[in-house]
């Protein structure tokens, strides 16, 4: 019997929809994907379910205070999942602990670091977690920065195990002819020299106020022509636009929010990515842009980021919010073009396995060190059994 598995996450965005493919297509789990959302107001990505292997739905939700809110109906079913694994930052996952903890069905939280500066740190919230992740099955987390961040509110290290984020198939399908479009990709756009790109929203927590004080201090002291790139949309465009114009910075391209199967080229167009965030739980573009061989330069604030870049190897890692250490290292890599194909090549490297179909199967070595496990609550465990296989 193959264990039955609910993943619960907020939307279906692209990277877990080709996960969860990928674990449909082994057929060793039965999963079974909810999702609270079908999008989200300021996620543009298209969503296409009838490119989806997997079983899905989405939950039942209700207005409440002016927000909807979803319920995890399925636990009250006669059949609930052995294992949930879900997020845990609003009150309805909440829930879910709890209707799963009644049911027998074994919990885990998926945990990344949030930011002090992403994040306000409200005492309630603080205490829920501090009697939430001492009573769980286990946590999974992508490294050993969130496996600290789960102990600090109680969770204990036997019960952590680590699934690291794949990055999507389309960034390995694509990447040959992405290359082979660059100089299209290019003029159509009007980059210019040495083009530096950031993708993801435009919005003041990813940092671009400080990517645009780099690339103004950039501007005025290299020798050559350069351009900025910025692929995405968000509340923060028309100030980013309005900078720009006043302080006349030359060569910026706002390219608009993009879908996933348009990145490989629009990255394939630039000579390095940069990823200024001010608080990241992660950030998976770095990874996306270590496929299309870019260095990478990186704030310090994204989270496991001391050991997705390996500083002077595959890009560096700056501290957040400092304009001018991001401009030193964005000065070296425009200055030194052998620079930039030496870190890109070895940042495809580092990334070369990262694929959807890795991580299925590390995920399904996850479920077994779970299903392994004696269950947290003690009633429990003479109700719950380990699968056979």
């Known amino acids: 019997m193959r264990p039955r598995v609910a993943y619960w996450q907020n939307i279906p965005a692209p990277y877990v929809v080709d996960r969860f493919n990928a ?3 082994r057929g060793n789990v039965e ?4 999702f609270s959302y079908r999008t989200e107001s300021d996620r543009s990505w298209s969503v296409e379910e009838g490119t989806w292997d997997f079983a899905y739905r989405y939950l039942p939700s209700a207005r409440a205070g002016g927000r909807v809110v979803p319920f995890p109906a399925p636990l009250l079913g006669r059949s609930p999942p052995e294992l949930l694994i879900s997020l845990y930052g609003w009150p309805w996952f909440v829930a879910g602990f709890a209707l799963a903890r009644a049911r027998c069905v074994r919990i885990a939280f998926e945990c990344e670091v949030t930011s002090d500066r992403w994040v306000v740190r409200r005492a309630w919230k603080e205490r829920a977690k501090q009697l939430l992740f ?7 987390t992508m490294g050993a920065e969130g496996e600290a961040y789960a102990e600090r509110y109680g969770a204990r290290r036997e019960r952590m195990v680590r699934v690291p984020h794949s990055i999507g198939a389309v960034h390995f399908a694509r990447r040959d002819r992405a290359e ?7 003029s159509q756009l009007g980059l210019h020299g040495t083009t530096f790109v950031y993708a993801g929203r435009l919005w003041w927590g ?12 950039l501007v005025r002291s290299a020798t050559g022509e350069t351009s900025l790139l910025l692929v995405g949309d968000g509340e923060q465009e028309a100030h980013l636009r309005e900078r720009t114009r006043a302080e006349e910075l030359p060569n910026v391209v706002f390219a608009g929010f993009r879908q996933q199967e348009e990145l490989p080229e629009l990255l394939a167009a630039a000579d390095a990515f940069v990823f200024p965030t001010l608080g990241d739980p992660y950030g998976l573009v770095v990874e996306e842009a270590m496929a299309a061989s870019l260095p990478v330069i990186a704030s310090s604030a994204a989270g496991e980021i001391g050991t997705r870049i390996e500083d002077g190897v595959t890009g560096y890692v700056v501290p957040a919010r400092e304009a001018e250490p991001l401009a030193a290292r964005m000065r070296a890599l425009h200055e030194d073009e052998a620079l930039r194909r030496r870190l890109g090549s070895a940042a495809a490297l580092a990334v070369a396995g990262r694929t959807p179909e890795r991580w299925a ?5 996850a479920v077994e060190q779970i299903m392994a496990l004696p269950p947290a609550a003690r009633r429990c465990r003479g109700v719950l059994r380990r699968p056979a296989r």
């Not at 082979?180 to 290019?186: A, F, I, N, P, W």
């Not at 199967?361 to 070595?365: A, D, H, L, N, S």
Request: glycine share 6%; hydrophobic share 40%.
């Open 361 to 365: 199967e590390r995920f399904e070595e």
């Open 134 to 140: 001492p009573r769980l099955d286990a946590v999974v």
């Open 31 to 34: 999963l079974d994907a909810w």
């Open 180 to 186: 082979s479009r660059r100089g299209e990709v290019r």
């Open 23 to 25: 674990l449909a297509r």
């Open 206 to 217: 990813k940092g671009l106020d400080t990517l645009l004080d780099a690339y103004r201090s």
